[in-house]
């Protein structure tokens, strides 16, 4: 093998190595969070820790009862069935709380960022 041959050879590799290690960063980025019929008072699927980033949450409701989700100050409407979007940057060292409004006393919890 050439020193030429090896250059391309190790620049193939190092371009595989990165976009594999790219791949599953992006899809982490959208985090889907649900409240179903058989738990329609609980939210499920919401981490307990994330990296700092941008993330956006897709919120769907198929309880029949209206909720939303706020992540920190960012909040989904209000919808009874279907779903919301929003995008939520975390700040590293910081505790997100989230909850749905109108039954925050049950409906609640914390993401740690990393």
Do not use: E
């Given at each position: 093998?050439?020193?030429?041959?090896?250059?391309?050879?190790?620049?193939?590799?190092?371009?595989?190595?990165?976009?594999?290690?790219?791949?599953?960063?992006?899809?982490?980025?959208?985090?889907?969070?649900?409240?179903t019929?058989?738990?329609?008072?609980?939210?499920?699927?919401?981490?307990?820790?994330?990296?700092?980033?941008?993330?956006?949450?897709?919120?769907?409701?198929?309880?029949?009862?209206?909720?939303?989700?706020?992540?920190?100050?960012?909040?989904?409407?209000?919808?009874?069935?279907?779903?919301?979007?929003?995008?939520?940057?975390?700040?590293?060292?910081?505790?997100?709380?989230y909850?749905?409004?109108?039954?925050?006393?049950?409906?609640?919890?914390?993401?740690?960022?990393?």
């Open positions: 093998m050439t020193i030429r041959t090896r250059s391309i050879a190790i620049g193939a590799i190092s371009a595989i190595a990165l976009a594999g290690a790219a791949g599953p960063a992006l899809a982490q980025k959208t985090i889907t969070v649900t409240t019929k058989s738990s329609p008072m609980a939210f499920t699927g919401a981490p307990k820790t994330l990296k700092a980033g941008t993330y956006t949450f897709k919120y769907v409701n198929s309880s029949g009862i209206a909720h939303n989700l706020r992540v920190g100050s960012t909040a989904t409407p209000l919808i009874t069935t279907g779903s919301k979007t929003i995008k939520v940057t975390l700040k590293k060292g910081t505790t997100v709380k909850v749905c409004d109108p039954h925050a006393t049950m409906m609640k919890g914390t993401i740690k960022v990393t």
